[in-house]
């Protein structure tokens, strides 16, 4: 009829262009990753709870299922996932500009940090003026990541299958390490045959709800469509800027110098530390303190405890490693002075592959979203994900709640148990009013974490906690 005829020619409203496609200006973004950072505290799996929190639930930015399809690339790469992601969705919903944006804040807090407490460390040998403040931290991010758990674990195991999924890759990465790289391939090579089979399990079914609500949407932007011309651009940019300062020490100054063995260890560490932060930390405590003799296992471990304990990325240790490698072998140079570059190196060989992984490798990535078989094979592997997340907030909880572990190793098993005995109360009391913050008044994840700091302090102040 005449009617249906006019509303055929009626255009659709377009979407607007590209560069205000999702309605969040550059200045916004800069002000929520900065928050984002800010309060990036407790390792991968906090940060990932809080980022989850405020781009996906509050700001709206990209659905539940994208951002766990990025956080699946991210799980796949060498190094921090948790800065990755950032630096993903800064690049998803701002370009390039974004991605440096999202990246390069999430990292900067704990630069910040952890060079003032190598400072301070180096000078003095403690850092116990923190030590309260930190303690009410901890206990309220293990609250926060309970909660992102739940909430990521409802949306993204939506089946028995998938559920098991989660359970096995959680009992196989904590109780017997296995290998992340192997649990993640298996995860994906069933997901990927099972999909390619029609099994119902694999086929994602509708999305959860809000899912097609984000602001970005489900389409995939301009920017972030694959080519070899723009995988070419990232590689000519990035990987200069990662390995040019590396040959210039060699080049000057010689493979036996503290500079150079700092840029070429932690540049074969952003390779080849497949499994996130702790199986890099892992990697790097061997390495450094047996092989190289940089520092001594008490200093990684006080080390390891500035990261748990600062914003940012947990492997922002390799900074406080590469401060006491350059301060305790500083030559003619005044040890302050090389402590401070030998740590800034490590940072920047560290984090400028997490850059060209995205920029080179993040379109490839989009281009997947629609590949039924591949889907199947990512869904397989936010499953296994979710119980990733599970393992990190475990091992958190264990390290956070009690004061030691005991090892248990036999019939195949291979896991720290926590020592009853060594049960904190103070950690416990403020875990659990954190979580009655968040689950019971609704509180926002900056007032508990504030509420709990304060805490904390209040608790060294009058001596109930230690330094």
């Given at each position: 009829?005449a ?16 560069s ?10 800069f ?20 980022m ?8 709206r ?8 399809h ?55 040998g ?10 009410g ?8 990541v ?5 909430r ?15 359970a096995?890759?959680f009992?196989a ?6 290998p ?5 391939m ?6 990927y ?51 040019a300062?590396?040959?210039l ?5 010689g493979?036996?110098?503290?500079f ?5 260890f932690f ?8 499994g ?9 405590a ?12 008490h200093?990684?471990?006080?080390g ?15 900074q ?21 570059l ?8 560290t ?7 995205i ?9 997947l ?16 994900v979710?119980?990733?997340i ?62 709990s ?10 001596g109930?906690?230690?330094?």
């Open positions: 009829d009617e249906s005829r006019i509303a055929w020619r009626v255009p659709e409203p377009q979407p607007p262009t590209e205000a496609a999702h309605y969040v200006p550059l200045r916004e973004a002000r929520v990753w900065l928050r984002v950072a800010a309060l990036s505290f407790g390792g991968p799996a906090g940060q990932i709870a809080v989850h929190r405020v781009i996906v639930e509050e700001k930015w990209i659905s539940d299922a994208r951002f766990l990025a956080l699946n690339y991210c799980m796949l790469l060498p190094g921090p996932e948790a800065q990755q992601l950032a630096t993903y969705i800064g690049w998803l919903m701002h370009r390039t500009t974004g991605g440096i944006i999202a990246g390069g804040l999430f990292i900067l807090p704990g630069v910040v940090a952890i060079m003032g407490l190598s400072w301070i460390y180096a000078l003095y403690h850092v116990g003026v923190v030590a309260g403040l930190f303690f931290l901890k206990a309220a991010v293990l609250a926060i309970v909660e992102a758990l739940i990521v674990g409802r949306r993204a195991l939506r089946n028995s299958v998938l559920r098991g999924f989660a096995a890759g009992i990465l904590f109780f017997f390490s296995a992340f790289p192997l649990v993640i298996a995860a994906g090579v069933v997901g045959i099972g999909a390619r089979a029609g099994l119902p399990a694999f086929a994602g079914g509708a999305p959860a709800p809000g899912d097609s609500e984000s602001l970005l949407g489900e389409a995939t932007p301009a920017h972030a469509r694959a080519s070899w011309r723009a995988f070419g651009n990232a590689v000519a940019v990035w990987l200069p800027l990662w390995l300062p590396v040959a020490l060699l080049a000057t100054l493979p036996a110098h503290v150079t063995r700092i840029a070429v540049s074969e560490m952003a390779v080849v530390t497949f996130g932060a702790y199986a890099a930390l892992a990697y790097v061997q390495q450094a303190v047996q092989h190289y003799g940089w520092l001594s296992p200093e990684m471990l006080d390891l405890g500035m990261a748990e304990t600062t914003p940012g990325p947990l492997i922002m240790v390799l406080f490693v590469g401060f006491l490698a350059a301060f305790h072998h500083s030559g003619a140079m005044a040890p302050l002075l090389a402590g401070t030998g740590g800034l190196l490590a940072t920047w060989v984090f400028a592959p997490c850059f060209l992984w920029f080179a490798g993040g379109p490839f990535i989009e281009s979203r629609e590949n039924r078989a591949l889907k199947g094979a990512l869904l397989s592997i936010t499953a296994v979710v119980g990733v599970f393992n990190l907030a475990l091992w958190f909880a264990i390290h956070t709640l009690f004061g030691a572990v005991v090892p248990v190793r036999a019939f195949g098993l291979a896991f720290d148990a926590p020592a009853p005995a060594s049960a904190d109360p103070y950690a416990l009391a403020l875990a659990l009013g954190a979580a009655f913050a968040i689950f019971r008044l609704r509180a926002g994840a900056l007032a508990t974490l504030a509420a700091a304060l805490a904390g302090a209040l608790l060294r102040g009058v109930l906690i230690a330094a």
